[in-house]
């Protein structure tokens, strides 16, 4: 085996209760033989660290209401880096989305952000190849860097996917002879479930059922969501906070699982989904077509545009088409994902850091950016921010 790459990642065990990718994927590095470590400043200024791997910036630096912490993490990590690049420090970033679910601090402060990642950076990691595309189009200052594709891990060591599906519907209270449609996972903006509702009561049957599992936020969503399902009675609406347990309860209740995001470039919540073995309906936005492709159409089945009555039916007939007991997920273990991200963190170390200036360009939806990378060529730990258990993210 070769050497052992020290890497700091951010995150990569405290936010395990958040999120268990991150958590996953570090165990799977160490397995092969990484060193793991959450970031540390003043691990970063005075050891050697091989890899720097952020996964959410705007989380990591920009979170929280006061902006002087947001600056203080930027010149704090700023500083260390510099520090570490003495000693051959690279940084990678995997662009889990394209934009932040939520526009955090001030546009001063994001542009900041966004500079020192096109100044500082060594290499790309995506989802998947349509992700790594997109990304290359949605941040063209880092259209020179190395670009690698490492997948979402499965969730089957994770969660208890093993219950059957009698059995979870009994500690549900669930009918076990309605059909079920379920949304699990924090219920936020973007992942369009008033509009779910709404199509959901144009769909005649009265064994039908609509799960909503998950903490609402903001409240004004709850409120919308609450009036909504009101009367109608099929709809089941679980806004609280929930376990580990029973998140993976309503996974192997569910008939299908229905994810209609607004917008998404991956889907966490699509692999858990599937890796308890259930279908899924989604958007054929983001990496998601592609995820049909490797996983299958008897298990992924995608539709364009916004979700309709329509093609709510067309989904519930797509139920009847036969499929195995158990999803192939070959493609997302953690062990060749672990692999692909060993492999990637090599080759950004083995390259030379590419000179880079600075300039000012405009984003892809016109907006100013300053400063970005241009090619020149043919506290000890980062504060955690907040979060709610449980599910897993758009990757955020």
Known sequence: ????????????????????????????????????????????????????????????????????????????????????????????????????HEERATPALR????????????????????????AREAYPELAGLPGFVTPHGHYRAEYDLTRPRTAARARLGVDPGVTLLAAVGQVRPYKNIPRLLEAFRRVEGEQLRL????RVSPPGLAEEI????????????????????????????????VLPYRKVLNSGSALLALSADRPVLVPALGSLDELRETVGEDWVRTFPGEISPDILRDALDWLDTPRGARVDLAAFDWHTVAQQTYDAYREVRRRPRTARTTRTTSSTTGSPIAPVAAVSHPDETAPRPPSARHYPQESR
């Open 1 to 100: 085996m070769s050497e052992d790459l020290v890497v700091e990642a951010e995150p990569a065990f405290r936010t395990a209760a958040a999120n268990p990718y991150n958590a996953a994927l570090a165990r799977a590095l160490i397995e092969r033989g990484a060193i793991v470590r959450d970031l540390s400043y003043w691990r970063l200024a005075t050891r050697r660290i091989d890899v720097v791997h952020l996964h959410w910036p705007d989380l990591t630096f920009l979170s929280g209401h006061r902006l002087s912490i947001m600056r203080a993490r930027l010149l704090l990590f700023g500083t260390a880096l510099r520090l570490a690049r003495l000693r051959g420090t690279r940084m990678v970033w995997t662009v889990h989305n394209l934009d932040a």
């Open 111 to 134: 542009a900041r952000l966004r500079g020192m990642l096109a100044r500082e950076l060594d290499g790309i990691l995506a989802l998947s190849s349509s992700s790594l595309d997109a």
């Open 211 to 214: 799960a909503i599992v998950g």
């Open 226 to 257: 609450a009036r909504i399902a009101a009367d109608d009675p099929r709809v089941i609406l679980r806004p609280q906070f929930q376990s580990d347990e029973a998140i993976a309860d309503w996974m192997r209740a569910a008939d299908l699982v």
